[in-house]
């Protein structure tokens, strides 16, 4: 069935490095893949998203690059800092399709150390 | 320009009761998915539905849980009979259309089973 794996599942950096976050998907079907961040008791927020006809996207400090092939999609996050820390997910769905459910992978604890 | 509201933030059942949890799509929007995250885990698919119409329930448990969107007023996801497991974060997101692919979330149900 359609799967999404994320990793890693906890991630630790100072301030200023960068983080990358990497995601698989089973579906080749799948077309669009948003990425959201989740504060401790908060709603998923879409920070960033792509459709399957762009390679890569940018917003600021936040890129997130697909490869259709290997069925790969990382999210980059440059020069973080504190209130980026948050549990990020990764997701996958087929839009236009039967259905438009996300798949979401697993979720990973950024922590970003002052 | 409100965004997706869900109604109650917290709700506490003991075992055996009625949870009946509301949402109110963005305004506009006449798609609803709703999605449940377990303790320290993500997000997993549950149900979407359209305005009279339910499009794909296949993340939905068969027995107890049921879900309507009705022509005039919220969503409503309710589970009959609540076990301890029912115990979770239950989030609805909407759409504009289906070939809309930014899905809105709403800030959650935090049901809690006694």
């Known amino acids: 069935g359609e799967n999404v794996e994320q990793h890693p599942s906890t991630l630790s950096v100072q301030e200023g490095d960068s983080a990358v976050i990497k995601c698989t998907y089973s579906d080749s079907a799948s077309n669009y893949f948003p990425w959201y961040k989740q504060e401790l008791g908060k709603r998923p927020q879409l920070i960033i998203d792509?459709?399957?006809?762009?390679g890569e996207k940018k917003d600021q400090r936040i890129a997130v690059t697909l490869n259709k092939t290997a069925k790969h999609f990382s999210l980059h996050i440059t020069e973080t800092q504190p209130e980026d820390s948050a549990v990020y997910f990764c997701?996958?769905?087929?839009?236009?399709?039967?259905?438009?459910?996300?798949?979401f992978g697993t979720g990973t604890l950024l922590a970003v150390q002052p | 320009n409100a965004g997706v509201m869900q109604n109650p933030r917290h709700l506490v059942r003991r075992r055996g009761q009625e949870a009946r949890l509301r949402c109110s799509p963005m305004?506009?929007?006449?798609?609803v998915y709703w999605y449940r995250q377990l303790p320290e885990e993500g997000l997993k698919f549950m149900v979407y539905?359209?305005?009279?119409?339910?499009?794909?329930e296949s993340g939905m448990p068969k027995e107890r849980f049921s879900a309507e969107f009705p022509k005039e007023g919220p969503s409503i996801l309710r589970i009959q009979q609540v076990v301890r497991g029912d115990s979770a974060a239950y989030f609805c997101?909407?759409?504009?259309?289906?070939?809309?692919?930014?899905?809105?979330f709403g800030p959650g149900t935090r049901l809690t089973v006694l």
């Open positions: 997701a996958a769905s087929i839009i236009g399709g039967a259905t438009n459910k996300l798949i």
């Open positions: 305004k506009g929007h006449s798609h």
């Open positions: 792509i459709r399957s006809n762009v």
């Open positions: 539905l359209q305005k009279e119409n339910i499009i794909d």
């Open positions: 997101a909407s759409s504009g259309t289906s070939l809309e692919s930014t899905q809105y």
